[in-house]
């Protein structure tokens, strides 16, 4: 056998042995469980809204809204919506409730809740959000319910600030939508966009929380 093939044999015996010694330890080698990447699971509390077009089930999210969720809840576990009407909807956009009676008579709500527009969720079609006036944290009681995607509403707005998305339909869209279907017109204060066959919030009433 001449030099050039004496070594080109002696090369490939060198690059096979190299590779059964790696395939060795490799079969040999201790094996590390890979921790995992995924967020813990989250409990997100979920209300049902009883009203007299059918139930609503809203599912909210208190890691990205804990402040108006708790605010919400609050309002809930202590009858406050039980009784109220859907007061403001507006066909092609949302529908608002959370401040009137049957009578149009206004119902007393807490202090204001700190605004928390700025957290990734946005004004989506089924989305629930916290109803205010001009000033930012000024959200109380009154909620909304999209009917179509509205981005116009989230942070930020022109002011600097949003509107805040806390929650989402997860049952009960179509009560949603039969809502909107109801023809509006004036009702108490309002000059427009009350239903003119009240929808009311017979009973608001948290239930089990689910896992994500």
Avoid: C
Avoid at 32 to 58: E, F, K, N, S
Avoid at 61 to 86: C, E, H, M, Q, S
Avoid at 97 to 103: I, P
Avoid at 138 to 159: A, C, H, K
């Amino acid at each position: 056998m001449n030099a050039p093939a004496m070594i080109r044999n002696l090369l490939l015996s060198a690059l096979l042995l190299s590779s059964i010694t790696l395939r060795v330890d490799a079969a040999n080698a201790p094996t590390t469980a890979v921790p995992a990447t995924t967020a813990p699971a989250a409990a997100l509390p979920r209300v049902q809204l009883r009203t007299t077009q059918g139930d609503i089930v809203v599912e909210l999210d208190p890691v990205r809204a804990p402040k108006t969720v708790a605010n919400f809840i609050g309002y809930v576990n202590r009858g406050f919506y039980d009784g109220l009407i859907f007061h403001r909807v507006i066909a092609g956009f949302m529908a608002q409730a959370g401040g009137y009676d049957t009578r149009f008579e206004h119902r007393e709500a807490g202090p204001g809740t700190p605004n928390e527009a700025d957290n990734g969720l946005k004004n989506l079609r089924g989305s629930i959000a916290l109803a205010r006036d001009a000033r930012p944290h000024s959200g109380t009681s009154e909620f909304y319910i999209n009917l179509v995607d509205n981005g116009m509403l989230d942070s930020p707005n022109p002011d600097g600030w949003g509107y805040t998305v806390f929650g989402r339909v997860v049952s009960g869209m179509d009560v949603v939508d039969k809502i909107a279907a109801i023809p509006t017109g004036r009702g108490g204060p309002f000059p427009t966009d009350v239903p003119q066959q009240p929808v009311v919030i017979m009973k608001a009433t948290q239930l089990s929380a689910v896992m994500r």
